[in-house]
């Protein structure tokens, strides 16, 4: 459905993704994993057209995307949300979700929008401030707003930072139920594997920008490469 091939990105010197491959199929919830710094939502940005590549190519559904912008790529029904949930401060809910219905054409009906509220588990009351929120909320308010679109794959950036325990069970069951209801294709960005282990079959793991695993959250996990990636000391570093 998504797939990324040999994405390079540099920043000056600094390689932020040295060819990097993805891809995600309908049905399937992909996980990214890696440490802070690894690239991956740097791959997300050039994914969704946020970030242009030095070199490598982007398809979606067959098509070569990869001198699209985000909108027109939006518009074949790719879909993201950030790592910070960021939401209209001085909106109410019920605003911020028109908003979202009426920026696309056709206009969503009321009726979609109480359909993925029911879906996300979203309860918050429309005259609410967005702004109010806290993080659960805002992380649903949002993902309603993308799912609106009713786009066919979704790329999740680390949708259970700044959550509780039992809130990221929440979420976990929202993305599971997504994609059993849609079938769309999601990717998960998410630097905790164990996170991913209850979500994803299979998780790419990166580190400075290259790939440095790809299995089932079991194999990835006891990979020594991942291991080292995640629990020694970067060298150089002195106790
Ligand atoms: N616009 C930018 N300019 C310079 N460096 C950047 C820029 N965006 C990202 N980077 C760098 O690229 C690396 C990867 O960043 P990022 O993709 O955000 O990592 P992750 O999401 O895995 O934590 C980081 O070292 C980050 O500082
Ligand atoms: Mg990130």
């Known amino acids: 459905m998504l797939s990324g091939h040999d994405i390079r990105k540099t920043y000056g010197a600094f390689v932020a993704l040295g060819g990097v491959s993805i891809s995600v199929e309908g049905g399937e919830i992909l996980g990214v994993a890696g440490p802070n710094g690894a690239g991956k939502t740097t791959l997300f940005d050039v994914l969704t057209g946020r970030v242009k590549p030095d070199s490598g190519t982007v398809t979606l559904d067959g098509a070569d995307v990869t ?8 518009r074949r029904g790719l879909a993201r949300t950030f790592q910070a949930p960021l939401v209209p401060s001085s909106l109410t809910v019920g605003e911020t979700l028109e908003v979202a219905r009426i920026a696309f054409a056709p206009r969503v009906d009321k009726a979609e929008e ?3 509220r029911d879906l996300t588990n979203f309860t918050a009351p429309d005259g609410k401030i967005a702004g ?3 993080t659960l909320d805002r992380r649903k308010l949002l993902l309603c707003c993308v799912l609106l679109h009713g786009p066919r794959v979704l790329l999740l950036d680390e949708p259970c930072s700044g959550l509780l325990a039992d809130e990221i069970g929440e979420i976990e069951d929202v993305i599971r139920r997504l994609v059993a209801e849609t079938g769309m294709a999601v990717c998960v960005v998410e630097h905790r594997l164990e996170i991913l282990e ?12 290259e790939e440095i695993a790809l299995g089932s959250p079991q194999d990835v996990f006891n990979d020594p490469k991942v291991r080292a990636a ?5 060298a150089g570093a002195s106790a």
């Open 114 to 116: 109480a359909r993925l």
């Open 132 to 134: 109010a929120l806290d």
């Open 67 to 74: 001198r699209e912008g985000a909108f027109k790529r939006a």
């Open 230 to 234: 995640y629990f020694e000391a970067p």
């Open 198 to 209: 209850a979500l994803a079959k299979r998780v790419l793991v990166l580190d400075a920008g």
